[in-house]
């Protein structure tokens, strides 16, 4: 099975940017989609961006012209350029991806805060 892990989080100023990776051990190139979720106060996760094998893109309203989710599948890594960052934003995100099930990355913390 695939296993994913994220980087690049961290502590960010209100207003500042932040780039995260998912690098996948194997291929993503057949996943149907991907995905970062960020987990809320109920420790539930909440899609923030997906992203499909087509190219397709959707985001959560949250964060629509801040944020952009992508993917290189050359380098087997999904990108998400976070900007213009707000405190609300902060949590834990997790990479995703599916294939008919979800495939989960351990997380990476982001804190926006001043």
């Known amino acids: 099975q695939v296993q994913l892990v994220e980087s690049g989080g961290g502590l960010v100023q209100p207003g500042g940017s932040l780039n995260l990776s998912c690098a996948a051990s194997?291929?993503?190139?057949?996943?149907?989609?991907m995905g970062w979720f960020r987990e809320n106060a109920d420790k539930q996760r909440e899609l923030v961006a997906g992203?499909?094998?087509?190219?397709?893109?959707n985001y959560d309203d949250s964060v629509k012209g801040r944020f952009t989710i992508s993917r290189d599948n050359t380098k087997n890594t999904v990108f998400l350029q976070m900007n213009r960052l707000k405190p609300e934003d902060t949590g834990v995100y997790y990479c995703s991806a599916f294939d008919g099930q979800y495939i989960w990355g351990q997380g990476t913390q982001v804190t926006v805060s001043s």
């Open positions: 992203i499909t094998g087509g190219g397709n893109t």
């Open positions: 194997g291929s993503i190139a057949s996943m149907y989609s």
